[in-house]
């Protein structure tokens, strides 16, 4: 004989009270990998949305995972009509484009010291 548990709802109050346990086997079972969450909720007799706000009680609000940019490095400007090999003067620029913020651009000449100040800055926000 399997050990289920029934609950029967006699009040006029219809809310389902959930004990921390059964959060966290429905959050951990809609989590696993190759399940649908909606699947989840919805065995249980729960809104997915309610699944969601547990998983996000229980666990903290997700965060968008950090990637690498893409970077395109193009060739130095060559002077026209110039056969020999001299590069005009360098010149170039940083730009940074966020997710949910403006873009940060750095015009002109970019030093090593100024590259090393914006790597350090952007990684100091990327740990809050």
């Given at each position: 004989?399997?050990?289920?548990?029934?609950?029967?709802i006699t009040s006029i109050q219809r809310r389902r009270r959930w004990t921390r346990e059964d959060k966290e086997?429905?959050?951990a079972a809609a989590m696993e990998p190759g399940v649908v969450a909606s699947?989840?909720?919805?065995?249980?007799?729960?809104?997915?949305?309610?699944?969601?706000?547990?998983r996000q009680q229980l666990c903290g609000p997700t965060r968008p995972s950090?990637?690498?940019?893409?970077?395109?490095?193009?060739p130095e400007p060559r002077v026209?009509?110039?056969?020999?090999?001299?590069?005009?003067?360098?010149?170039?620029?940083?730009?940074?484009?966020?997710?949910?913020?403006?873009?940060?651009?750095i015009s002109g000449v970019v030093d090593p010291t100024t590259l090393t100040a914006v790597i350090d800055a952007l990684a100091k926000v990327g740990r809050r």
């Open positions: 004989m399997t050990n289920t548990r029934v609950q029967v086997r429905l959050v699947a989840v909720a919805r065995e249980a007799g729960i809104h997915v949305s309610q699944l969601f706000r547990w950090a990637g690498f940019a893409e970077a395109t490095i193009l026209a009509g110039d056969s020999s090999s001299i590069a005009v003067a360098p010149s170039g620029s940083i730009e940074v484009e966020f997710l949910a913020a403006p873009q940060l651009r």
